[in-house]
């Protein structure tokens, strides 16, 4: 059974850095892509940043140039730095499997990212 917990939330102030964490268990995690969703409050969850087996990487737009993901196979883990944070990244940030690459496993509770001064 896939279990996904996430880590590294908290509230930053703009311009701040935070770093997220996902520990990913049953022994799926090398041979799946792997991406950051966030969801704001009235918004639906969107697929931010993934990497692929490869390592390939694709962000979205927003956050080109800001997020870096990563991935460690040997640690069943995946990272999201996250840096020039701005209050539009306030969101609660996700980790999992890429809809269209074989659908989500079942979700974590997530991490509350807030940006604000």
């Known amino acids: 059974q896939v279990q996904i917990e996430e880590s590294g939330g908290g509230l930053v102030q703009p311009g701040g850095s935070l770093r997220l964490s996902c520990v990913v268990s049953g022994n799926i995690f090398s041979r799946n892509a792997m991406g950051w969703y966030r969801q704001a409050p009235g918004k639906q969850r969107e697929l931010v940043a993934y990497i692929m087996t490869g390592a390939q990487t694709h962000y979205v737009d927003s956050v080109k140039g800001r997020f870096t993901i990563s991935r460690d196979n040997a640690l069943s883990t995946l990272y999201l730095q996250m840096n020039m944070l701005k209050p539009e990244d306030t969101a609660v940030y996700y980790c999992?499997?890429?809809?269209?690459?074989?659908?989500?496993?079942?979700w974590g509770q997530g991490t509350q990212v807030t940006v604000s001064s």
């Open positions: 999992n499997r890429p809809y269209e690459y074989g659908g989500n496993y079942p």
